[in-house]
């Protein structure tokens, strides 16, 4: 049985860009609330988050972005950072603490206190790029996470894995040129954001260390499935990571209102099933998972759910 931890803290809730944004602290009451409906919560091991200093999110966003989300973070109202995003009062200290909750979560592995941590963090991260705030997201915490493991715990070989609908941009930016991260993505496409084609691979020394398997709608739990056995299985066995995160977004789901995927929660518990099956060979089941997406609030904290039995059951 996996020992597995969850990392959350109200501090998340405090972020809110309005009544009717899919990115609401809805989204985190309602997974909060489905595990302790079903008791998934009373199996987990509860991790204390903490603020992210600058010197560890500095190894990824410029310290000019950085200072100027300080700067222009509002004491009333609302500013708009992209048409998506906009910061509340509330907003960058739950950046702060996104960011800080994912690297309690990697100490908590690290340390040989559980073999995977779940991070219930908001707002999510994976489109937030090296100077820019776009598509929900502020701080990119996978990315402050894998950076963090490699500069602390001096890790070579950080394998991510992003499962959400949208490309993971700002990730795969934050690393195209790094042969030491290998970041995976099956995403809608065409979809926002735009980017993530097969041609994508990675640049100089990075060349072939990102890998996008781009998907028509539609798609459903037998073809991701057959990517992840067929496509991410073997790169990973050559890549032999010494830590897998996932960027676990849950808006491939059927029910989700921004895409047009159709994965199930059976399908999500499948793919952690394969993913740690790669960490098992590998990293001693060493998995660390932050959630992206998912806008069903349902479908959400259902599918969360799934992941997380099949990190305990694993």
């Not at 409906?37 to 990824?60: F, K, M, N, P, Y």
């Not at 000019?64 to 009333?76: I, K, M, N, Q």
């Not at 994508?200 to 992840?228: A, H, W």
């Amino acid at each position: 049985m996996g020992r597995t931890g969850l990392v959350y803290h109200p501090a998340y809730l405090e972020h809110d860009m309005g009544s009717g944004h899919p990115e609401s602290p809805e989204r985190l009451r309602a997974i909060l609330r489905q595990l302790e409906q079903t008791g998934t919560a009373s199996r987990l091991v509860r991790i204390e988050a903490r603020e992210a200093e600058d010197e560890w999110i500095t190894h990824v966003h410029s310290p000019d972005y950085v200072a100027a989300l300080a700067r222009h973070a509002p004491t009333v109202g609302r500013i708009s950072l992209d048409p998506d995003t906009s910061m509340s009062p509330g907003s960058l200290k739950a950046a702060y603490w996104a960011a800080g909750g994912v690297l309690a979560g990697a100490d908590a592995i690290m340390n040989g206190q559980l073999d995977h941590v779940f991070c219930a963090v908001r707002p999510p991260g994976h489109h937030a790029e090296a100077g820019r705030a776009m598509g929900f997201c502020f701080f990119n915490n996978v990315a402050i996470a894998a950076r963090y493991l490699q500069k602390k715990y001096c890790l070579k070989r950080v394998l991510i894995v992003d499962w959400d609908v949208h490309h993971g941009n700002g990730t795969q930016h934050s690393f195209e040129d790094d042969p030491s991260i290998f970041f995976f993505s099956t995403h809608q496409f065409p979809h926002y954001p735009g980017s993530g084609r097969t041609t994508e691979k990675g640049t100089g020394s990075g060349q072939g260390y990102t890998l996008n398997v781009p998907m028509e709608s539609g798609g459903g739990d037998d073809e991701y499935r057959m990517i992840f056995e067929t496509v991410l299985v073997p790169v990973a066995d050559e890549f032999k990571p010494e830590f897998v995160i996932i960027s676990a977004g849950f808006d491939a789901h059927h029910e989700d209102p921004l895409a047009s995927m159709a994965l199930t929660e059976s399908g999500y518990a499948a793919l952690t099933q394969i993913v740690v099956s790669i960490a098992k060979r590998h990293c001693g089941a060493r998995i660390l998972s932050s959630l992206e997406g998912g806008y069903n609030l349902r479908a959400l904290g259902a599918s969360v759910d799934a992941h997380l039995t099949a990190l305990l059951d694993a």
